[in-house]
């Protein structure tokens, strides 16, 4: 049975980091690219890192050096690790693992950057 669960979420000042991890199992982690997507409340999931199978990051503008994305693949994790956190980054951060036409989702974990 596949399963991607996050971990790491809270609750944080502006300024401060966070490290959301993800534990994968139930598939080959090693071959699939791993993502970090995030949802703010009444807006569209959107992607915020990648990582490919030989951990090549790359992310969206906006996260660029505040975010690394980073994976394990003798563990079966991805981390992303969040400095410098604003208010806007504030939303459920869901892990996704993609290979072809398969994609794993997982169930998120809200991050709330709020003074």
């Known amino acids: 049975q596949v399963q991607l669960v996050e971990s790491g979420g809270g609750l944080v000042q502006p300024g401060g980091s966070l490290r959301l991890s993800c534990a994968a199992s139930?598939?080959?982690?090693?071959?699939?690219?791993m993502r970090w997507y995030r949802q703010a409340s009444g807006k569209e999931r959107e992607l915020v890192a990648i990582?490919?199978?030989?951990?090549?990051?790359n992310y969206v503008e906006s996260v660029k050096s505040r975010f690394t994305i980073s994976r394990d693949n003798t563990k079966n994790t991805v981390s992303l690790q969040m400095n410098s956190l604003k208010p806007e980054d504030t939303a459920v951060y869901y892990c996704?693992?993609?290979?072809?036409?398969?994609?794993?989702w997982g169930k998120g974990t809200l991050v709330t950057v709020s003074s």
């Open positions: 990582t490919s199978v030989d951990n090549i990051p």
């Open positions: 996704n693992a993609v290979r072809g036409v398969q994609n794993y």
């Open positions: 139930g598939f080959n982690f090693r071959t699939y690219v």
